[in-house]
């Protein structure tokens, strides 16, 4: 064969193998939309005996990893382990709690995909995300504010609305989309973990890292040159998300949140997690 | 898919320009370092030997994410620098002791005869690497470079650790915006192959084309 006929059939067969890798793309997209079709949670649960709860590994209070045992440990986590008891008592079946480590990115994926049966891990109950997921009643109320280097001068979120300044955050955050409406003129870098994100602000990338305060001020005890300035700037309802149009689960787990909260373990929690936070009010947490 | 591309075409397409960025700066600095500690390993010096061996292993064996994390989190407390900045300086880095080693197989499977009788009519040993050793083990390093090339544009997402505005970085942002991952990911998968296929094309078309020449 002459080099041209060579060349023409190796333009040709790319052509088709692009075509093909596009067809199969779009194909399986079709597919997965199928095969995302809602099961009923709370008929699963009651099947298996075990509710896969997604938890938060890199969050201080929330949920952290304790190197030691390897096991993820938190107020969302206990709160988790409260609602697993109650619901038990709820369905008559003995359910255990099982969990799985999510970030701020992966878990509504992660939920989507039927990895997870719910996740509680600091989520904020927000409209866009109600379009995609189901959110319980929330279960604590934070708020957005800033975390700074002590002596920084940084006194509130509206010292960072230049554009020489760059706060930090974590990709898949509510407070990441929230920080350019009050502060638009700053960069904003969205790291993938609040360790990394902690690392950056340490590091200088950053003159403030945003996230709920909660969050906040679990960083601040670890790292004690940081502190949480300005107070709150949004209201950030934290709910348990389960997938969609999933009615009986979120009843039964607004009925368990109410039991936990009737019965003290709630507050219980909250004592156990946020009475020793500098700076934190945790009576006004109790409910 | 096409709504989610373009509803945000102007990050992916910001993004893609930072990729690309990056890339080609790792590619053309990580190519000159790379030729240069090839040189070094085989020049008739211990020193430089040792040096050129060491700065070789040293950023072979150590995994990408730690080059640049040191960068991004370490070495900024000293030279200030971003993430784009780190992300590019790890990657050239790690390349370059890649593409070390790719040229000095090149340089070696070059028969000593060439560089006897080059010293032999009259040239000096860097006029001998320069004109003569060099041409030929790049030609030889083609194929391979190629992969590395490749390698190292895949290996550019690596910026979406350090915020680097990348590709992989904007696709994590729209996935968590959008809650559409499986074509956020999709999309980028494509922008990569934008860049690698033609690059991958041009290797090959180099090395037909070197092999004409002999």
Redesign the interface.
């Given at each position: 064969m002459e080099k041209a006929k060579k060349r023409k059939i190796g333009i040709i067969s790319s052509i088709i193998l692009t075509l093909l890798i596009i067809f199969g793309v779009v194909s399986a997209s079709a597919l997965a939309e199928n095969n995302s079709k809602h099961v009923d949670t709370w008929e699963r649960v009651k099947r298996l005996g075990k509710i896969r709860w997604g938890v938060k590994a890199d969050t201080k209070l929330f949920g952290l990893m304790d190197t030691k045992t390897g096991q993820p440990e938190g107020f969302d986590v206990d709160i988790a382990k409260a609602l697993t008891v109650q619901l038990s008592k709820q369905s008559g079946v003995p359910m255990q709690a099982d969990f799985t480590i999510v970030t701020s990115n992966t878990r509504i994926q992660l939920l989507k995909n039927a990895n997870i049966d719910g996740f509680i891990a600091t989520a904020t109950i927000t409209p866009e995300r109600e379009k995609v997921i189901d959110f319980s009643n929330s279960y604590f109320k934070a708020g957005q504010s800033i975390l700074v280097k002590k002596g920084s001068g940084i006194k509130s979120i509206k010292d960072l609305n230049n554009f020489k300044s760059t706060i930090i955050g974590v990709a898949g955050s509510n407070s990441v989309i929230n920080v350019k409406k009050f502060a638009p003129k700053a960069k904003v870098l969205a790291l993938g973990d609040y360790g990394q994100a902690m690392a950056a602000l340490k590091a200088g990338q950053g003159q403030a890292l945003t996230t709920d305060n909660g969050i906040l001020y679990g960083l601040a005890t670890e790292n004690p040159g940081y502190t949480v300035v300005g107070g709150t700037f949004t209201s950030e309802p934290y709910g348990v998300a389960f997938d969609n149009n999933q009615p009986e689960m979120v009843k039964q787990t607004n009925k368990a949140l109410k039991a936990i909260i009737a019965n003290g373990t709630y507050n219980k929690l909250i004592k156990k997690w946020f009475r020793g936070v500098p700076g934190l009010d945790w009576r006004s947490l109790e409910k | 898919?096409i709504s989610l591309l373009t509803s945000n075409f102007h990050s992916f397409l910001v993004a893609f320009g930072y990729t690309l960025l990056s890339s080609i700066i790792a590619l053309i600095a990580s190519t000159v370092l790379g030729t240069l500690f090839a040189i070094l390993q085989i020049v008739p010096s211990k020193t430089a030997n040792v040096i050129a061996r060491a700065y070789i292993e040293v950023f072979r064996n150590i995994p990408l994410l730690i080059i640049v994390m040191f960068f991004?989190?370490?070495v900024?407390?000293i030279v200030?620098i971003?993430?784009f900045t780190a992300g590019t300086i790890g990657l050239t880095l790690y390349t370059s002791a890649f593409i070390a080693e790719t040229v000095r197989a090149g340089i070696n499977s070059v028969g000593i005869g060439q560089t006897e009788g080059a010293r032999a009519n009259g040239l000096s040993s860097w006029q001998t690497l320069r004109i003569i050793i060099l041409p030929q083990a790049f030609k030889i390093a083609i194929p391979s470079l190629g992969n590395q090339f490749i390698n190292l544009v895949k290996n550019s997402s690596i910026l979406a650790?350090?915020?680097g505005g990348d590709l992989m970085?904007t696709a994590?942002?729209v996935?968590?915006?959008t809650?559409d991952?499986?074509?956020s990911y999709?999309i980028v998968g494509i922008f990569y192959l934008i860049i690698t296929l033609p690059l991958n094309y041009y290797m090959k078309f180099l090395e037909t084309k070197l092999k004409g020449m002999a």
């Open positions: - | 898919m991004y989190l370490v900024t407390k200030k971003g993430g650790f350090v915020a970085y994590n942002n996935a968590a915006t809650f991952s499986f074509n999709i």
